[in-house]
């Protein structure tokens, strides 16, 4: 084994340029990090550059380093989506050939009648949106009739918003359960309910920490089985349980905001452990992406650089730190899905030898896992290969 502990930090949504294939998903052209530069011409990232960002992409803010402090590159992903579970599967070892259904005209009056007789309210909504105009549309309504507010996006989504005033969350969490019992298979099979609490009055609502998403089980083992499998640790923060439902995870620390996800697993890191530690940072996608806020973006991806140092710091001679992404979320895009993007990766360790820092452009997220796998000697992906030894490091 060449490294006993990897922690892995999804920058969710945080991607570096449009796939070849991004004309098929309609974001020829996206480029989330570069758009950003391009909007927000004062975001500093100087830890992110340190490592090694700007040497991926161009990027009109970030200038390259000529002795980067991390390997570089960037991954692109195979599967049929540009959703969060499908990446995130991908990334550890899965790969998605058929696409999760997604409803562009809202979802069947059978299926929202059901849900509607076992929760015993009604259904408002039903349509795609945005998070903010959809509770700006019903919010009000919600208040005075108790109805359920349901709307998905682009994704595979299945949205129920209920106010904490009106519904409490624990009777939200329940409809959610129901929801997932009614699209597990045919013909309604829907990739993730969330569950989207809010507060506030009409006119400034608010979303809470709260969310909670119920994902469909991966279809087969992912590299998180086989670690777990083997006797190694494998923590989970952020959403991660909740996308991979719990399989292969021995700890999970939900979160409530990117510096709860950063603090936590500054903390985790810290800790003495054998195996992974994987974060996912959701704030990027779902408070600026979605709501296509360049600034808020930029700001959120400040923060997170002004823990790089400490996480760096935590890092140990026999540790990595690798920082990647899932998907792009343009916040200068039209609409308000996901972008079909490579995602960076950024690989640190305080001892690597940084005469040969680039790992060149990874087919697949998948050869994360593959990475993974074969550090820890356990079972491999059947798809995606390994930069391990790629990853020098000085004796």
Not at 115 to 134: D, H, L, Q, W, Y
Not at 253 to 265: R, W
Request: charged share 25%.
């Amino acid at each position: 084994m060449k490294f006993e502990r990897i922690s892995v930090i999804v920058l969710d949504s945080v991607g570096i340029g449009a796939l070849p294939d991004a004309p098929a998903f309609g974001d020829e052209g996206s480029y989330t990090l570069g758009h950003i530069c391009e909007q927000v011409p004062n975001m500093k990232l100087p830890n992110l550059a340190a490592l090694g960002l700007g040497n991926i992409a161009p990027l009109a803010t970030i200038a390259g380093t000529e002795k980067p402090q991390a390997w570089y590159g960037k991954m692109a992903e195979v599967s049929v989506g540009k959703d969060t579970m499908t990446g995130h599967w991908e990334m550890m070892g899965l790969k998605v050939e058929v696409p999760f259904q997604v409803y562009p005209n809202g979802f069947p009056a059978e299926l929202i009648g059901k849900f509607e007789a076992m929760t015993g309210r009604k259904v408002i909504g039903n349509k795609p949106s945005s998070g903010t105009e959809i509770l700006d549309e019903y919010g009000e309504e919600q208040l005075r009739t108790g109805a359920w507010i349901v709307y998905t996006s682009a994704d595979s989504v299945f949205q129920i918003a209920a106010h904490e005033g009106v519904i409490p969350l624990d009777e939200l969490y329940r409809a959610c359960e129901i929801a997932r019992e009614l699209t597990l298979n045919d013909p309604y099979v829907v990739g993730r309910i969330i569950a989207r609490p809010y507060i506030g009055d009409p006119g400034a609502f608010k979303r809470t920490p709260n969310r909670h998403d119920y994902a469909l089980d991966p279809f087969g083992e992912t590299v998180l089985d086989h670690l777990k499998n083997e006797g190694y640790d494998v923590i989970s923060v952020g959403k991660i349980s909740d996308i991979f439902t719990g399989q292969g995870i021995n700890e999970s620390y939900p979160t409530k905001s990117n510096l709860d996800g950063i603090e936590t697993t500054i903390k985790l890191l810290k800790r003495s452990f054998k195996g992974m530690l994987f974060t996912n940072l959701v704030d990027f996608d779902s408070l600026y992406g979605h709501r296509r806020d360049p600034k808020g973006y930029a700001a959120c991806l400040e923060e997170f650089d002004q823990y790089v140092p400490e996480l760096m710091q935590q890092t140990g001679d026999k540790d990595l730190l690798i920082i990647t992404a899932d998907h792009g979320n343009d916040p200068t895009w039209s609409g308000t899905d996901h972008t079909r993007e490579y995602v960076p990766i950024l690989i640190y360790n305080p001892v690597l030898a940084n005469d040969t820092a680039s790992i060149g452009i990874r087919n697949t997220f998948a050869d994360l896992a593959a990475t993974i796998a074969d550090n820890f000697r356990v079972t491999k992906p059947n798809i995606g290969e390994s930069f391990l030894e790629l990853l020098k490091v000085n004796q």
